[in-house]
Every structure is written in structure tokens, then in C-alpha cells.
């Protein structure tokens, strides 16, 4: 019991510091460090949460290897684990990798050890990994534990929606296992200033090392290459970004037709960044995301929250995500 609260009183004290530049500085961080808050209020908040629905120690995401001499495997880091089970839906397992998918209960789970399939600056130089492009923050990519249960049959949420910025470790994982993160910066930034720290997969490591996108991913087949299903740099790209925590699926600016194969700009968007339409991964019409962010003067899920331009305003530059989620969302622990 007195040690439970040790380890509260401790998450509230990383907490208040973490709202602290002066500490933050003094211990070498930064001003670029990113979502500080965002994962240490994540702490505080697993610590409150029931048991992970996905937790089962049969399914391994792999060993820890950020201190070994790393390599590319099938687009993948040479032991972190790139499996999805056959129970999966097809569009799944077409489409994702470098994570550990598998069913449990009424969830997709995903365990992902969220190492970066691809050169990075923000590799250290130990793991055979650094290079690339980008303007690195001083963060280096390090191995998660991240556990994703994502509801199987997502359902538009009827009552208070879930916010992106209460403090979930990742809000969705894209095709290539890594984490996605909200529209939160570290404070004072926005994401418009911190855009800056990007490499070239359009994504960079917060201050423990976990490796997220807030925007559209490039080069996420692991090559360096930029195959038509997974770059996303055009304006035309209607690729699979990922899966929500509430279940639906995220997709490039644009939207693929289910039977006609033509992609379109994606119309009557919410600002959830949402709408529901048959796509080639759907052929009945579902809710989905997109890229970019809904129409101005929209809510979100008809909810009356969200309001207000296209892009979220605290974000500054398109995000994955808006402020809010259309449905009910599963949990995420790390
Ligand atoms: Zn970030
Ligand atoms: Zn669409």
C-alpha cells in the first residue's frame, strides 16, 4: 500500500515538473522534446486504468535492441517481431507489420516494440541505424512496450467523446507498428514549430525515446524507398496511415473507391477528420479518417465539439487526427 503511493506521489511530481522549463533545461532536454506532458500525465493515467484487455504473454514483440548493431529485415528492425495472425481481417493483415497482431476478446491487440523501420538521425550511432535526413530534437529512438486494444467492431461513441489529448500513450499504430501521437506539442510549441524536428519518415522520438507521426508518413516501407502504397507525399495518396484506438481506419488526403479503384479528394469530412463511405478496404460504408483534417465550420460525430477550421488549432500543420475520436476507443498501455 505505502509503496503504491510512493509511485503516485512520484508520477504527480514528474507531472509538475514536466510543466517546468527551467528543470527541463537543467537536465538537458530542451525546448524541442516533445509531448513531455503528454507521456508523463500517460503514466499517471495507466497507473489508474484496469488491466490491458490485450495482455498476453504468448505473444512476444520482440527483445530489446537499440544497444546491438541494427538491420533491416522484411522492412522491419532485425528483432522486433512483424507478425500478424490469421484470424486477422484481410486489410489488416495486408497492410500492417512491424508489429505483433493478434485477437483477443472483442479487440485487435498490437504489442510493438514502435522502433522505427528505416535510417534516422535519431537512431544512436551504436545501433547501426543513424543517418538519414532531419533536424534531430536531442531525443533517440528507444525500445516500447506498447499494447494497443482496439474494439473489433468499432461503434460511434453516442455519449462524451474521447479526447486525443487526455493522455493516452499513442492514440492509433500505423502500417509500419509505429505509434500515433496527437496534436500536442511540448508547450510553448505547436506542432507547426516542431515540424522542424521531422526526419525524413515524417516522425520523431519523444523524451523517452518512443518514436511517433503526427503527420502524414513517407518512406514508410522501411527501404528508403517510395513505393505508391505507402507514400503518402503526394496529394493524391489514399494509402492505409493505420488503425485508431477506436477502431477505424485512417487513410492518406484522399479516398479510394471501393469498386471503381479511382482515387478522389475525400469530400464531407467532420472535423474529426471523418466520413463514411465504402472504400477498397470497406466495401460496405464505414466510418473512416483521413489525413489533413475535416471542412471548416464542421463538428465532430455530430457532437457539437470541434468546431472550427479544417486543420485542429492547436496543431497549426495537417495531423493525422483531430482533437476528438468518433467512436469508442479501446486502451493502450506502455
Ligand atoms: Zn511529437
Ligand atoms: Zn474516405
Redesign the pocket.
Known sequence: MKSKFWIIGLALLLILSSSCTAIKNAVGMGDKD??NTLLLLSAAYVLTRSTNPCTNSAYSSGTAVTTSTLSLSSGCVTGATSSMDSNLPTWIKNNFKCSVGYVQSTYYCFKSKNLLNARSPYYKASTGLNGGSGTPNPNFIANQNLLYAIPMTPAKNNSTLSGTQNGLASIGIAVNGLAI?NNA?NPPDTLST?ASTFDQQQG?P?MTGSY?H?SQLINGDGTGGTPASVNLTTQGSSALIGIALDGYAIYGRWCGDATSGQNTQATGLDACHGHITTTPEFSTATYHYHYGGGASGTTCNGSGVGTGAGNDATAGIPTIMGSYFYGVIGQVSN
Request: hydrophobic letters at 20%; glycine letters at 0%.
Open positions: 516533445d509531448d501521437f506539442a516542431e520523431h519523444e511517433h503526427h
